[in-house]
């Protein structure tokens, strides 16, 4: 019996499941695998290195990109919209923005900001809506678009329905046509086997990212132990392997770069200094969480975010 709920990261009431902290909590499992993984020192002809890379064309000052998160205006305090305030963070930052399930017009006003924006769309039961939205996302400057194809169970055994939207299964038929038809990079966001990653790969999506999107399988594995598999697997493609999941610091984010992502997305960790101080909460985490990357890729000779090297890693 699951009783006592112990989750790590329980997130505000309402807005996400709230997993066990149980074995069968992913969240739990893959804090433990991230935290058992360690560095070894290649301090001789190390330097100061150049976290600046580039995604889908554009220039980012760091590899370290937001979340795509969902429904935070419905808990922003005093009128704060937090789908807007990171954002702007991601504007200062230089970092590429993700965005979650959101209507139209919500999506548009993220957009207006300003920030270079990858709208993550429902798996919905509904394909015009897919299709509606995709386009929505390109008439609003979003650099690419996708769907999270691992939110289709809900937690009852069925297709998951989202704020009265039932969702459906991603035939890979149906991705197909979805990559068709736009001309902006489409992504498949929480790919977590090789089976998926060359799925994904075969329908024309040029990224994914490896994710179980916060702990939904129960018994997840990490996405830190899939993504050297999928990354060798998908060597030579062109396909972009992001990856996130847990990860709280930039040491975090520097064990998956190592494993072969090419940049990571932090999600609850910005969630608190988000909800608190909106903005700036955000920025000043990301900031620090960029000091630690080059901090450890200083520590283990990795002169910039192309030279990542396994190598390094004991795990
Ligand atoms: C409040 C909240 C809303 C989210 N909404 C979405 C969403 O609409 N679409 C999506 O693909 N992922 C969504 N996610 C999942 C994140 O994009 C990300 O995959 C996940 O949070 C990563 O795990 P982490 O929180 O352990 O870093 C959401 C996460 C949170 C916390």
Not at 116 to 123: A, D, G, H, L, Q
Not at 275 to 286: A, C, N, S, Y
Request: net charge negative; glycine share 10%.
């Amino acid at each position: 019996m699951m009783s006592e709920i112990k989750s790590p990261w329980p997130g505000p009431k309402g807005l996400i499941p709230v997993t066990s902290g149980k074995a069968d909590d992913a969240n739990v499992y893959n804090r433990a695998y991230l935290d058992s993984i360690h560095v070894e020192m290649r301090v001789i002809d190390a330097v100061l290195p150049d976290l600046g890379c580039e995604i889908f064309g554009e220039k980012f000052s760091s590899p370290i990109m937001m979340p795509a998160f969902s429904h935070l205006n419905k808990v922003g305090k005093d009128g704060k919209k937090p789908m807007v305030q990171y954002a702007e963070a991601a504007l200062e930052l230089n970092a590429l923005n993700w965005v979650g399930m959101e209507p139209n017009d919500e999506y548009a006003e993220i957009a207006a900001v300003g920030a270079k924006t990858v709208r993550i769309i429902k798996p919905f039961m509904n394909h015009d809506k897919i299709l509606d939205e995709i386009k929505f996302a390109e008439e609003h400057g979003a650099i690419a678009v996708g769907i999270d194809i691992d939110h289709v169970p809900g937690t009852d055994g069925k297709y998951d329905v989202v704020d009265g939207f039932p969702l459906g299964p991603v035939m890979q038929e149906e991705l197909e046509k979805y990559v068709a038809a736009t001309e902006l990079p489409f992504v498949a966001k929480g790919v977590l086997s090789v089976q998926d990653a060359v799925k994904a790969k075969d329908a024309g999506c040029k990224a994914i990212i490896v994710s179980h999107h916060h702990g939904r399988i129960p018994f997840g594995i990490a996405p830190a132990q899939i993504l050297p598999r999928i990354k060798e697997t998908l060597e030579g493609s062109g396909v972009l392997v992001f990856a996130d999941c847990s990860i709280d610091t930039g040491y975090d984010a520097y064990k998956l770069l190592a494993l072969g992502a090419d940049a990571v997305a932090v999600g609850r960790g910005i969630l608190g200094p988000l909800l608190k101080d909106g903005r700036e909460g955000v920025t000043k985490k990301v900031i620090e969480m960029n000091q630690q990357l080059s901090e450890l890729m200083m520590y283990t000779g990795i002169k910039d975010a192309c030279s990542f090297d396994k190598s390094v890693l004991y795990i």
